[in-house]
């Protein structure tokens, strides 16, 4: 079994409640008030501003040129996808494209976990930190896309962007790499990463219930 598939059965519980929140059924079926994709949207803007940045800092460590071309693509597209949010999202759903937003909490801990870890932790487990972003949104996105029932969802454009084949195969490439290094590694470094693999599921949980619940300063 590669570690990539032993790491995703240690979250299938916590995936499971994923898939099962308020936020996530309420997109799919549509109903989701847009007050709360508002609070959503505007911290997903930020969190991908510093995802971007963590991905590119990864690169610079990569072990070959090949990765770190592929870790500088990936937060690219994190900052395009930003800027996309900013300019379609934003103005479907009216919000100011040019205003300033407050990191609240969650958002604030996962951006300051995923850095620090990149920082200071060694490249495998810095890799195992980011894939929950990339990994659950896909799967995420692929669920809604096969169980919605409405054909007129207001949120058709975030299923699309996250159920979509360029997305998936980014998803696959980041997975690979963490197989990669994690049969390259040590016992101790392994567990560091399911640890770190772990942390980062538990925070995309609490990105969207933070969300939902409107968690504040």
Request: glycine share 4%; hydrophobic share 45%; proline share 3%.
């Amino acid at each position: 079994m590669n570690w990539t598939d032993h790491a995703w059965q240690s979250i299938q519980p916590l995936f499971q409640e994923i898939l099962e929140m308020p936020f996530i059924q309420e997109l799919k079926e549509g109903t989701l008030p847009l007050e709360k994709f508002q609070f959503y949207m505007l911290q997903d803007a930020k969190y991908l501003e510093h995802y971007g940045r963590a991905l590119a800092a990864l690169g610079s460590k990569a072990m070959n040129n090949k990765m770190a071309l592929d870790f500088f693509e990936f937060g690219k597209n994190a900052l395009v996808v930003e800027s996309a949010l900013h300019e379609a999202y934003f103005e479907q759903f009216g919000l100011q494209a040019h205003q300033e937003i407050t990191i609240e909490p969650i958002c604030h801990h996962y951006i300051h976990f995923l850095k620090s870890t990149v920082a200071f932790d060694p490249i495998e487990v810095a890799t195992a930190a980011i894939l929950p972003c990339f990994w659950i949104y896909k799967e995420v996105g692929d669920h809604i896309l096969e169980t919605q029932n409405s054909s007129n969802n207001p949120y058709k454009n975030w299923i699309d962007t996250y159920s979509g084949e360029e997305f998936a195969e980014g998803v696959k490439l980041a997975i690979a790499y963490t197989d990669v290094m994690a049969e390259d590694s040590t016992a101790e470094k392994r567990k560091l990463m399911l640890e770190a693999f772990k942390t980062a599921s538990k925070l995309e949980f609490m990105f969207w219930d933070a969300a939902y619940k409107n968690t504040k300063w």
